[in-house]
């Protein structure tokens, strides 16, 4: 069965920081799917990015880069230069192709807060 | 694009209460997802429909829990009798290919 494990609950740091979320998977399937989502206070669940089992390219957008590395089944997320709005709780998630199941398996969640 | 449409936003009843939660996906999706948020258990599926079909209800979590998708654009989650551990934000999500886009939620409170 499918799992995702974001073993970090809360971080905390000051603005401008460089943040690292992590997130570690586990499926049978060979071809998969991993997202990052976004969960600001105000409860809506934002999609930041997918990849998919067979592009490793690590990927940045503005501050956002995310580190995908099948040979430890990691995909990390590092926020450059952290700003308050930033502030949320970042969900990992995967979801599998071969097996049909597009549903999406969801972390724990890490609650990250930016101080000013 | 208006997005994913959820109604109510909140919803308190007291226990033993029917319950319908509402969701619009987004126009030409054919998937639609039910999940739910609690503290205890995080976000975890309850049942999705592709084409309208409902594919996986193994989420699902008992009898007093039903949804429906009459057609492409509505879905509803029915909760009859409602019980106080239901209470939760239920997001519905919809998708075209892998990215799913979800819904603002409602928040559900049973008495």
């Known amino acids: 069965a499918q799992k995702v494990t974001q073993a970090q609950t809360e971080i905390s740091v000051v603005e401008k920081e460089d943040v690292t979320l992590d997130c570690v998977y586990e499926?049978?399937?060979?071809?998969?799917?991993l997202f990052w989502y976004k969960q600001p206070p105000s409860g809506e669940l934002v999609f930041l990015i997918r990849?998919?089992?067979?592009?490793?390219q690590n990927e940045i957008s503005g501050r956002y880069s995310w580190n995908f590395q099948k040979s430890t089944s990691s995909f990390n997320f590092t926020i450059t230069a952290s700003q308050v709005v930033d502030s949320a709780v970042y969900f990992c998630?995967?979801?599998?192709?071969?097996?049909?199941?597009?549903?999406?398996?969801f972390g724990s969640g890490t609650r990250l807060q930016v101080q000013p | 694009d208006a997005g994913v449409i959820q109604s109510p936003r909140h919803e308190v009843t007291e226990m033993g209460q029917e319950v319908t939660l509402r969701c619009k996906p987004i126009?030409?999706?054919?998937?639609l997802f039910w999940y739910r948020q609690t503290m205890m258990r995080g976000l975890e599926l309850l049942i999705y429909?592709?084409?309208?079909?409902?594919?996986?209800d193994s989420g699902m979590p008992e009898d007093r829990f039903s949804a429906k998708m009459p057609n492409a654009s509505f879905s509803t989650l029915k909760i009859q009798p409602s019980e106080p551990r239901d209470s939760a934000v239920y997001f519905c999500?919809?998708?075209?290919?892998?990215?799913?886009?979800f819904g603002p939620g409602t928040r559900l409170t049973v008495l």
């Open positions: 999500a919809s998708s075209l290919r892998d990215e799913q886009f």
């Open positions: 499926t049978r399937d060979t071809t998969y799917y």
């Open positions: 990849r998919n089992s067979f592009d490793e």
């Open positions: 998630a995967l979801s599998e192709a071969n097996t049909g199941r597009r549903a999406l398996t």
């Open positions: 126009s030409g999706h054919d998937y």
């Open positions: 429909f592709n084409n309208n079909v409902p594919i996986d």
